[in-house]
């Protein structure tokens, strides 16, 4: 069994958001790289993103993802399984979601739903968590066996945060989508969570497809130490990139014309009623 790694702290001073974004981008430049990579060896690169409600699942894979090419990089966030799908296999409807040649696949919540979220809240029954987590390491052997690389985060967050977060989408009617009547009822629930989580993570930790937990207290470093993780995963990512002749225009730029009595819509100027 490989030893797993801790979050290093619980509560990190936090970054200024020029700090951030300085780093950020550093990184994403990094993200880039691998994508290049990936293209260029035809590798399959398989990313689960696990975590308590309000750990910050969303934005880190909104930071690994916006400024990589959308074509290479997918955001797999499942609904509720449909009836049909309820009598699947489990594991079936993920498969057709796995990443190709030259592609980098983002589970948002994934499999592990049912060792979370479906137990705690009792929407499986104890022999499915059982079953789950005796095929699990089994399924996930035969996709590192296969060639994908495959790598597992599960992001922790204390109940003070977690509050707070939760607090925020209340009062935010942008973040309001993000606030469930389930995550409401699982409030009550942070201890089973954890009970919950600790079972998944003894079953489910192995050598094939080792768990890293990440302190998510603080998002900005959060985010930032988990991309850092990714990439120092695959160190010897650098493809050399192909050189784009841009020679100049032979002729002034023009200006758009349209043939049809179809006109743009004008941009409005910063503080002009738009009524």
Not at 45 to 74: H, M, S, Y
Not at 156 to 175: C, M
Request: with cysteine; aromatic share 10%.
């Amino acid at each position: 069994m490989p030893r797993m790694k801790k979050p290093k702290s619980t509560h990190p001073d936090k970054l200024s958001k020029s700090e951030y974004y300085e780093r950020l981008a550093a990184l994403q430049v990094e993200l880039n790289d691998l994508t290049r990579w990936l293209l260029h060896t035809g590798k399959r690169l398989a990313i689960v993103i696990e975590g308590r409600d309000t750990a910050g699942k969303g934005g880190v894979i909104a930071a690994i993802a916006e400024e990589i090419n959308p074509r290479q990089c997918r955001t797999v966030a499942l609904a509720k399984p449909s009836e049909r799908e309820q009598t699947q296999w489990y594991f079936q409807r993920y498969v057709e979601h796995l990443p190709a040649a030259g592609e980098m696949v983002l589970f948002d919540r994934s499999w592990y739903n049912r060792a979370g979220v479906e137990r705690v809240m009792g929407f499986c029954s104890k022999n499915q968590v059982k079953v789950f987590l005796k095929q699990a390491p089994v399924f996930e052997k035969m996709l590192v066996d296969d060639g994908i690389l495959f790598f597992k985060y599960w992001l922790t967050v204390d109940q003070d945060q977690q509050e707070e977060r939760f607090s925020e989408r209340l009062a935010d009617p942008l973040k309001r989508w993000k606030l469930s009547s389930i995550d409401v009822q699982a409030r009550a629930k942070y201890a089973e969570y954890g009970l919950a989580r600790d079972a998944m993570l003894k079953a489910t930790h192995t050598r094939s497809a080792p768990w890293t937990l990440v302190d998510f207290n603080d998002q900005h470093r959060g985010r930032l130490t988990l991309i850092r993780d990714l990439l120092d995963r695959i160190p010897d990512r650098k493809v050399a990139e192909v050189p784009i002749e841009f020679p100049p225009l032979d002729h002034p730029p023009l200006h758009e014309r349209f043939g049809t009595d179809l006109k743009p819509i004008k941009p409005k100027r910063r503080y002009e009623s738009t009524s």
